[in-house]
């Protein structure tokens, strides 16, 4: 007859009441750690902005800074020389218009306002002093530079002076014009 031991019980093991080691309590981090985690989760944080933010914008369109845009006269008005006057008529009376904007100030919808500004034709016609045929060709410039720069649809120089909110672009104009009428011998 075959050996028939009975197989031994498999059961689970006894527990233990072994006791486990915890790990002693954490020391409190410094004002200064705390800071620096703070930091450091914020920089992360900053930079998946400007991530988000590039990524988010990248399909938009931006047109360049023009840097002549930027104002750079000082903020307190003072007397500025007249600068070296163009050898020619009209030229000389663009640059001198220009240079009355600059010192004077500019104004829109009117020659003149009561504190001494003027538009751009109110500043040709003051430094044509009365010559109505130079301040006419000065004028034809002008409006020539405005429209090689903003096109045909401009109608005069009064509505393109008082279309701007600052006088930065119908001073820029005028300077432009004062080359352009140098260039052309006028």
Not at 23 to 49: G, I, Q, Y
Not at 96 to 115: I, N, Q, V, Y
Request: glycine share 6%; hydrophobic share 45%.
């Amino acid at each position: 007859m075959p050996d028939t031991a009975p197989s031994p019980a498999i059961h689970p093991p006894a527990p233990t009441t072994r006791q486990t080691a915890t790990a002693p309590p954490a020391a409190a981090l410094t004002f200064e750690e705390r800071l620096a985690l703070v930091n450091m989760e914020m920089t992360a944080r900053l930079n998946e902005a400007a991530v988000a933010h590039a990524v988010n914008t990248a399909h938009i369109p931006i047109e360049p800074v023009d840097l002549a845009d930027v104002v750079t006269v000082p903020l307190t008005p003072t007397l500025q020389p007249s600068p070296a006057s163009y050898p020619t008529p009209v030229a000389a009376l663009l640059q001198r218009a220009h240079h009355r904007l600059l010192t004077g100030g500019w104004c829109s919808g009117a020659l003149a306002d009561e504190d001494g500004a003027h538009c751009m034709l109110g500043a040709i016609r003051i430094e044509a002093g009365g010559d109505s045929g130079l301040e006419a060709d000065a004028a034809s410039v002008l409006l020539d530079a405005i429209r090689r720069k903003f096109g045909e649809h401009v109608d005069s120089v009064p509505s393109f002076n008082d279309a701007h909110g600052s006088g930065r672009v119908p001073m820029r104009m005028l300077d432009h014009a004062a080359g352009l009428a140098d260039a052309r011998g006028l």
